[in-house]
């Protein structure tokens, strides 16, 4: 792998044999760091919304069921 940097990017070279599954899984990992960068949340926030989210995945678990 090489690594190259400008004065406005990052080149990075990845030889063909690697796997594209890491390679996406690598891009997608840094679209995520670039889009939650200036993202800041309180740990009370975040909290609120993983209880929102378990609640409404468990109502869509139990209209399934049904």
């Known amino acids: ?7 406005t990017e990052y080149i990075i070279r990845i030889p063909i044999t690697t796997n ?4 996406q899984d690598f ?6 760091r670039e889009l939650t960068s ?3 949340a ?6 609120e919304l993983v209880a ?3 609640q409404d ?3 869509k678990r139990q209209k399934k069921k049904y």
Request: net charge positive; no cysteine; hydrophobic share 40%.
């Open 38 to 40: 200036k993202f800041v």
């Open 57 to 59: 995945w468990r109502g």
């Open 27 to 32: 891009l997608n990992y840094l679209r995520y």
């Open 20 to 23: 594209i599954t890491d390679v």
């Open 42 to 47: 309180s740990q009370s926030l975040v909290d």
């Open 52 to 54: 929102e989210t378990k």
């Open 1 to 7: 792998m090489i690594v190259e940097r400008t004065s």
